[in-house]
């Protein structure tokens, strides 16, 4: 029943947490009032000639403004000849649709009109900003001039003199000249923004009927799209008219390379600061496991290592040039074949040591092959030498599947490792589509023939990248958790492996989610799969009075799952004495203070943006803000007492976690400092969870707060025939000599009292908290032994007893039948 009040308490803490940021934002939002706007009023006459000085200044900075920046000039010179070209494109694309091109062309020509879509686009948003920085200016300026028109009325009524008069007029005429002009060129700049907007749809246009072409009855799988091979000529003079407006040159598509890098110059900027910044992460690595040298039996940590230290150059080049690949998505097609070689190249090293010598070969066919696939792709084949070529092409992967893996069965027990080993149960799988490739290809389905060949040869080809990606990722990972424990001064290793094993299982996840997706990108399933989620996710459900849609509702887990991702790594960066904090240097506990503002700060937040993706208007929550005052009120003072306190706790740091506390008899090592509550682990081993409030409110003894340093009493009694003297430099050389005990403060010696049956002396020294017991008992035993040595001897207690003859009920004792045990006993 406790635990559930827990949960219960902690639902509502976080409840109250989440819903004041959302209920401070409401009111920003809503509590802005017309009467709080700034409006124009009249510059008295005494202050307007400085203000006349301020007012041109004013002219002058919002002229410089107002004036275009060299990349809009240049937009509006060039786009009279880009729409040219557009036009002139949309007729080669005419003609090209006619020309019954391959499903492969159709997506190369998809990509370069998703290209010139991008540019435009570019353009556009570049123009849109302009005008928005212009329309806040144009405000800016119509605020002053009405100021300076209703000064000139002023000043007029007012009967100033003429030269101040002249002097607002000609300040008023210049505003009023500026703003017309600012208005002008909003209006032109608007106008060539409508004008590139229809370029943009009519780029829409023939994206769209490209689609429509590549989703139409000829392309479907299983259409007879051609006769068969043999009934086939292979004369390519019937369709030599027309070529040049079927595809382009190599020497253009090289050229298109520089066009587009020179166009997406800013885009490089954003895409070189990502390359560093993960180069920056590899050779934080690289330097960690050079410095940390563990002896741990981790296969994971030997891998990671093998990774990072002696391919670090080859990891960054591979990670380059996969995102490049991911972010350059309007990419000319040419330079996307580009980046594809230079990964596999890279992945070489990489994988050196993750496959067989026998199969290492395997990646420069790989490349061969991968080239050999890209050559249709810039040179323009009749139907007949184009089947011809995937004939060549399906024979040649069957060749080399069969020159890696023969005999199929020995090759099967061969230990290469659960990855190397499911790659070779497919194998029949890649066997069967290169056969339906070639028979598909003899009989006319040549849509289908495509379709095996692609799979075939690009599931191999991407497997092989997204696995020396995994390995890269996993290095990383790794080595930042191998270095986030090393810098410790303790860890626990357990916990250490715990961590490693669940980030490599969310990047193995990652990993494969995105393998997933390029391969439907590849297979030309992930347009549709798209469409398809698109048009369910957007599907309104009603329930009574409320809408909603299942995108909208994903939309909100996403961002509380990202928004509890982002806390947990900022808790597992500030935990303990992590690089962060140590770079940082800074006191106790601050780190800690600030992971908790963030994090909560974060999570307030997401709850926010995930409430706004729902639809929720939060200015409603105006009215929650009585009915949560009422319940804090009444309901929940003692949690919202808790809370407070916490944070008390949090930043006025009496005790961290990790320190040694005692409070309401209950003594043990703080765990964990929570908002509402906070946990104790007692030496019993049990785990207690303590509210905050009796924390603050209570009398709290801290044993490890400032120091850990703990001082020791140790009582010991002699006989009296033993000299005081030489024991007290018995017990002070016994605490001096053990290693356990602190030199400073220095061990202490003392006399006591003389008791009735001892010499009674305390023993006092000084040790880390942590090792208390066990050093009092090594000392104890120490001076026994010492004292044993030396012949002194420790006494117990004595006591004589003696028992009168009596008469009890006429009866005479007889003393005779008593022993003498029971006459004269002794005890300690």
């Known amino acids: 029943m406790q635990s559930r009040c827990n949960i219960y308490s902690k639902i509502f803490t976080l409840i109250v947490i989440l819903l004041l940021p959302i209920i401070s934002v409401s009111q920003i939002k809503t509590g802005i009032d017309s009467s709080m706007v700034q409006k124009p009023s009249v510059i008295p006459i005494i202050n307007i000639l400085g203000n006349i000085d301020d007012a041109k200044d004013q002219i002058k900075s919002v002229t ?19 729409a040219k070209f557009i036009q002139e494109q949309k007729s080669h694309a005419k003609n090209f649709i006619k020309a019954n091109p391959n499903i492969q062309k159709i997506d190369n020509l998809i990509l370069k009109w998703q290209t010139y879509n991008g540019h435009l686009n570019g353009w556009e948003i570049a123009i849109k900003e302009f005008q928005i ?15 300076w028109a209703l000064t000139y009325q002023n000043a007029k009524e007012n009967k100033a003199p003429k030269i101040i008069l002249n002097n607002v007029k000609t300040v008023w005429d210049d505003l009023i000249s500026l703003k017309t002009s600012a208005i002008k060129d909003n209006n032109y700049f608007l106008i060539l923004n409508s004008k590139i907007n229809m370029q943009i749809i009519d780029i829409d246009n023939v994206v769209d009927d490209l689609i429509d072409l590549k ?57 070189l600061i990502m390359v560093a910044f993960f180069s920056s992460l590899i050779l934080i690595v690289k330097k ?32 380059s040039v996969f995102i490049a690949k991911l972010f350059f998505t309007n990419a000319p097609k040419l330079f996307g074949d580009l980046l594809l070689v230079s990964m596999l190249l890279f992945s070489i090293p990489l994988l050196k040591n993750s496959i067989l010598e026998r199969f290492r070969k395997i990646i420069y066919f790989l490349i061969l092959f991968f080239i050999f696939d890209s050559l249709k ?11 011809l070529y995937l004939l060549g092409e399906a024979l040649v992967l069957i060749f080399l599947i069969f020159y890696f893996t023969h005999p199929y069965r020995e090759t099967r027990k061969i230990n290469i490792g659960k990855f190397g080993l499911l790659l070779i149960r497919f194998t029949p799988v890649i066997y069967f589509l290169s056969i339906v490739c070639i028979l598909s290809n003899i009989l006319g389905y040549t849509n289908l023939a495509d379709f095996s060949l692609k799979i075939g040869t690009q599931s191999g080809l991407i497997t092989i990248l997204f696995y020396t990606l995994l390995l890269i990722s996993e290095g990383i990972c790794i080595g930042l958790i191998h270095r986030h ?12 492996l715990t961590t490693q094993k669940k980030a490599l299982y969310i990047t193995r996840v990652f990993v494969f989610l995105f393998w997933i997706l390029y391969f439907l990108k590849i297979v030309d399933l992930w347009s549709q799969l798209n469409i398809f989620l698109q048009d369910a996710l957007t599907e309104p459900y009603k329930i009574g009075s409320i809408t909603f849609t299942i995108g909208a509702i994903l939309t909100f887990v996403i ?75 009444f309901g929940l003072q003692n949690i919202v007492s808790n809370f407070i306190s916490g944070l008390i706790l949090v930043f006025e740091r009496p005790i961290l976690p990790g320190d040694t506390i005692e409070v309401n008899n209950l003594l043990g090592t703080v765990k964990k400092i929570g908002v509402r509550s906070s946990s104790i682990n007692t030496f019993d081993g049990a785990e207690v969870i303590v509210p905050n409030t009796n924390l603050i409110s209570n009398n709290l003894i801290n044993w490890t707060l400032s120091d850990n340093v703990k001082r020791v009493e140790i009582l010991i009694g002699t006989t009296y025939d033993s000299d005081p003297n030489e024991v007290l430099k018995i017990l002070f050389d016994v605490a001096s000599k053990n290693e356990q005990v602190l030199k400073s403060p220095s061990p202490m010696a003392l006399f006591s009292d003389f008791g009735d049956s001892s010499l009674n002396f305390k023993l006092l020294f000084w040790v880390p908290y ?44 007889n003393l005779d039948n008593i022993s003498d045990s029971e006459t004269s006993t002794k005890s300690k």
């Not at 420790?794 to 009866?811: A, C, H, L, W």
Request: one cysteine or more; hydrophobic letters at 40%.
């Open 133 to 147: 920085k212009n329309s806040r200016l144009i405000q800016e300026i119509e605020f002053s001039e009405e100021t």
């Open 288 to 319: 960690a496991f050079v410095k940390y040298n563990s002896i741990e039996n981790n296969i994971d940590l030997q891998k990671a290592k093998d990774i990072i230290l002696n391919n670090s150059l080859f990891s960054i080049l591979f990670l």
């Open 64 to 82: 410089r403004k107002l004036r275009p920046k060299s990349d809009i000039i240049k937009i509006d010179s060039l786009y009279p000849f880009y």
């Open 377 to 387: 792709t810039y040179v323009w084949f009749s139907s007949g030498q184009y089947r």
């Open 485 to 496: 424990f090393c810098i410790q001064d303790s860890f626990d290793v357990d916990k250490k």
């Open 215 to 271: 989703n139409s009855n000829v392309y479907n799988l299983l259409y007879l799209r051609h006769e068969p091979l043999w009934k086939t000529s292979f004369n390519a003079e019937a369709e030599k008219s027309g070529k040049s407006d079927k595809t382009e040159s190599f020497s253009k598509s090289v050229s298109s390379i520089f066009k587009f890098v020179k166009t997406n110059e800013n885009n490089f900027y954003i895409y």
């Open 559 to 633: 961002i509380l799952a990202i928004s509890y991702l982002i806390t947990s790594l900022i808790s597992f960066s500030f935990d303990g004495n992590s690089s962060i904090t140590k770079a940082l240097n800074l006191p106790k506990g601050v780190p800690a203070a600030i992971s908790l503002v963030i994090r909560y700060f974060i999570i307030a937040f997401g709850f926010v943006l995930a409430l706004s993706s729902i639809g929720i208007d939060l200015s409603k929550f105006n009215l929650m803000a009585g009915a949560l005052g009422l319940g804090i009120g």
């Open 770 to 813: 942590e090792i208390g017991l066990s050093s009092k008992s090594n000392v104890s035993i120490e001076v026994y032994n010492r004292f044993k040595e030396l012949g002194i001897q420790i006494p117990f207690p004595q006591r004589d007893v003696y028992i009168k003859n009596m008469k009890e009920s006429g009866t005479l004792l």
